[in-house]
C-alpha cells in the first residue's frame, strides 16, 4: 500500500521544455505538499494545499505552479525550464487540521534533471 | 528570520551512542520534528517534540528545549543501517516545516 506516490521518479528534460510531476495520496489527508531537495540535500519547502486550496506559496518562481484537482492530488508543473530547476522534488501530505501541526509523510521523490 | 543550525557531519562506531544536536531561530513554534534520509530515499518521520523534555522511542530519543532552541537526537546501539542523514525540522505556523541542512552519519563497524 503506497501512502504518497509521485510520477515519474526521474525525469531527464532540456531547458525550455515544460514537464509535470504528480503526486497522490491516499491516506485521507487534507494538506499536501511540495518541496525541493537541490544537491546539497537542502530540503525547502515550495507550496502546500489545504482541501484544494492554495495556503503556502515560498517566493517560487512564476515558471512552478501547482494544481489541486482533488485533496488527493497535488501535482506541480514548470515551465520554461532551467539548468537550476535540476533537483529532487517531494511530494508530502499531512492531517493538516488547521492549529495543530501534524507529521508530514513523504513521497518518493522526483529527480529532475534538466540539460 | 528562520534558522536552523546542525553540523554537517558526523562518523560513529556500531554499537555506540551518538548525539545530534540542532539549534533553531523561528518566528513562532508549534513543534520540532526529526526526520531520518537515506539516500535517494525519501525523509521519514522519526520523532516530534512541542513540549520540553525528552520523548524516547526504543533506540532514539529526542530531546527539546524550548527557552535554549535546542534540541537533539539520540540514537544508541548504532547499526550500520542508521547510516542516513538527519534532518531536523522546525514548525513555526501550523503545518508549515523549515528544514535544516541535515546531518550526514556514518557508522563503521
Known amino acids: 500500500d503506497t501512502a504518497v506516490s509521485q510520477t515519474p521518479k526521474y525525469l531527464v528534460t532540456q531547458m525550455g521544455n515544460d514537464k509535470s510531476i504528480k503526486c497522490e495520496q491516499n491516506l485521507g489527508h487534507d494538506t499536501m505538499y511540495w518541496y525541493k531537495q537541490d544537491s546539497k540535500k537542502f530540503l525547502k519547502i515550495m507550496f502546500s494545499y489545504n482541501n484544494k486550496e492554495l495556503i503556502i506559496n515560498e517566493t517560487v518562481p512564476n515558471r512552478f505552479s501547482p494544481k489541486s484537482p482533488d485533496k488527493a492530488h497535488l501535482n506541480l508543473h514548470i515551465n520554461s525550464l532551467e539548468l537550476g530547476d535540476s533537483a529532487v522534488y517531494f511530494c508530502?501530505?499531512?492531517?493538516?487540521?488547521?492549529?495543530?501541526?501534524?507529521?508530514?509523510?513523504f513521497g518518493p521523490g522526483t529527480r529532475l534533471t534538466v540539460l | 528570520g528562520q534558522n536552523i543550525d546542525q553540523p554537517t557531519e558526523m562518523t560513529a562506531t556500531e554499537g555506540a551512542i551518538v548525539q545530534i544536536n540542532c539549534t533553531y531561530q523561528?518566528?513562532?513554534?508549534?513543534?520540532l520534528f526529526w526526520y531520518q534520509q537515506h539516500a535517494g530515499e525519501a525523509p521519514t518521520f522519526l520523532s516530534y517534540n512541542v513540549l520540553d523534555g525528552l520523548e524516547e522511542k526504543g533506540r532514539f530519543s529526542s530531546f527539546l528545549s524550548r527557552s535554549k532552541g535546542y534540541s537533539y537526537l539520540l540514537l544508541k546501539e548504532l547499526q550500520m543501517k542508521d547510516s542516513a542523514s538527519y534532518l531536523c525540522a522546525v514548525s513555526p505556523p501550523p503545518d508549515k516545516l523549515i528544514f535544516g541542512t541535515g546531518t550526514r552519519l556514518q557508522v563503521f563497524p
Open positions: 508530502a501530505s499531512s492531517q493538516g487540521q488547521g492549529g495543530r501541526t501534524d507529521t508530514q509523510y
Open positions: 523561528t518566528s513562532g513554534f508549534n513543534g
